[in-house]
């Protein structure tokens, strides 16, 4: 793996425990955290992918936006399009006042996060954990 690539995925590592720390926190949890840390590792596993292709990417953080651009080296990755539309709203609709996320829609969050992410480490050659 490219060296840059692997920053985004230990960048999206990070997000991802964050989502489910948050999301596992008895005391004092964070959902609107949770969800906004789901959305963010998508992204950059979206983003590791596009760059172990060489492929250029917009500097956003809309992942209907990104998917557009790895679909041409991942076409089955269409099947996560309602997933990844639904995660790239979470990383705006719960960071601002008006909307708190709650602990079902940080469940929801967490797992289409979860959902994506594996199929995104397996095109990567990343190896399941426990293995």
């Given at each position: ?5 692997g ?10 425990s964050?989502a ?6 008895r005391k ?5 955290a ?8 998508a992204?950059k596993?979206?983003?590791a992918?596009l760059?172990?292709?060489g492929?250029?990417?917009?500097r956003t ?6 998917l557009e651009?790895?679909?041409?080296v991942?076409p ?7 997933s ?6 979470y ?5 601002y006042p ?6 079902e829609?940080?469940k929801?969050a967490?797992a ?5 992410r594996r199929?995104a480490?397996?095109?990567l050659g ?6």
């Amino acid at each position: 793996m490219q060296p840059l690539s692997g920053e985004w995925v230990l960048k999206a590592e990070g997000d991802f425990s964050t989502a489910e720390r948050e999301l596992r926190a008895r005391k004092a949890p964070n959902f609107d955290a949770a969800c906004f840390h789901a959305q963010q590792c998508a992204e950059k596993y979206l983003k590791a992918r596009l760059q172990e292709a060489g492929l250029p990417f917009l500097r956003t953080h809309s992942l209907p936006a990104l998917l557009e651009t790895v679909l041409r080296v991942e076409p089955l990755w269409e099947a996560f399009r309602l997933s990844l539309a639904t995660l790239s709203a979470y990383g705006v609709e719960y960071r601002y006042p008006g909307e708190s996320a709650d602990r079902e829609l940080a469940k929801e969050a967490v797992a289409l996060c979860r959902g994506f992410r594996r199929h995104a480490r397996a095109s990567l050659g990343i190896p399941e954990e426990g293995r």
